[in-house]
T-cell receptor
Framework: GAVVSQHPSRVICKSGTSVKIECRSLDFQATTMFWYRQFPKQSLMLMAT?????????EQGVEKDKFLINHASLTLSTLTVTSAHPEDSSFYIC????????????FGPGTRLTVT | AQKVTQAQTEISVVEKEDVTLDCVYETRDTTYYLFWYKQPPSGELVFLIR??????QNEISGRYSWNFQKSTSSFNFTITASQVVDSAVYFCALRLTGAGSYQLTFGKGTKLSVIP
């Protein structure tokens, strides 16, 4: 149980285009999902906390208009990188929190974004 | 604010050697969880262990063991008889307990290379 998927696993897009990354909790409901960004040889940095049915909470320094987050259902959150630039190239990882008292997070396999 | 420090950036060991990965944390809260995750080259985060701050018993799971010392705010991870498959980046993380306290604070990670 507690499986989180991400799609796509890898994506290459041209500068100026937008790309959407999906995060799904496959066998549990998640009122809260998290989006992390990881640069090469760096740690995971929390970008935003996504709550089902409400606006996401962004960490300091993360541009809301550039990284659009939608959490329309208890099993799906999406991250859209708008007008992507090469510096947005990174590994994006989502996690989902189970709807119980444990507050445990389960991580997706990550999406590697390359902007050319 | 919480902080997790993994002072070892990279470690190389020869196969079958034992290796200890250090983790030191800072928090003003008295209750919290500590985690270790493994990130192989594929990128997916693999959960290894969760330890409650109330439980200072050391834990052993196969070749893995963890030493939690509250007095020194450390949660070190030892791999016995290392294998090539252990090569990965290992992250230590902390999360506070209680309602709403579900953000993970990650250390910068330690890259372990096990040489055949």
């Amino acid at each position: 149980g507690a499986v989180v998927s991400q799609h796509p696993s890898r994506v290459i897009c041209k500068s100026g285009t937008s790309v959407k990354i999906e995060c799904r909790s496959l066998d549990f409901q998640a009122t809260t999902m998290f989006w992390y960004r990881q640069f090469p040889k760096q740690s995971l940095m929390l970008m935003a906390t996504s709550n089902e049915g409400s606006k996401a909470t962004y960490e300091q320094g993360v541009e809301k208009d550039k990284f659009l987050i939608n959490h329309a259902s208890l099993t799906l959150s999406t991250l859209t990188v708008t007008s992507a630039h090469p510096e947005d190239s990174s590994f994006y990882i989502c996690s989902a929190r189970v709807v119980d008292h444990s507050y445990e997070q389960y991580f997706g396999p990550g999406t590697r974004l390359t902007v050319t | 604010a919480q902080k997790v420090t993994q002072a070892q950036t990279e470690i190389s060991v020869v196969e079958k050697e034992d290796v200890t990965l250090d983790c030191v944390y800072e928090t003003r809260d008295t209750t919290y969880y500590l985690f270790w995750y493994k990130q192989p080259p594929s990128g997916e985060l693999v959960f290894l262990i969760r330890r409650n701050s109330f439980d200072e018993q050391n834990e052993i799971s196969g070749r893995y063991s963890w030493n939690f010392q509250k007095s020194t705010s450390s949660f070190n991870f030892t791999i016995t008889a290392s294998q090539v498959v252990d090569s990965a980046v290992y992250f230590c993380a902390l999360r506070l307990t209680g309602a709403g306290s579900y953000q993970l604070t990650f250390g910068k990670g330690t890259k372990l290379s096990v040489i055949p």
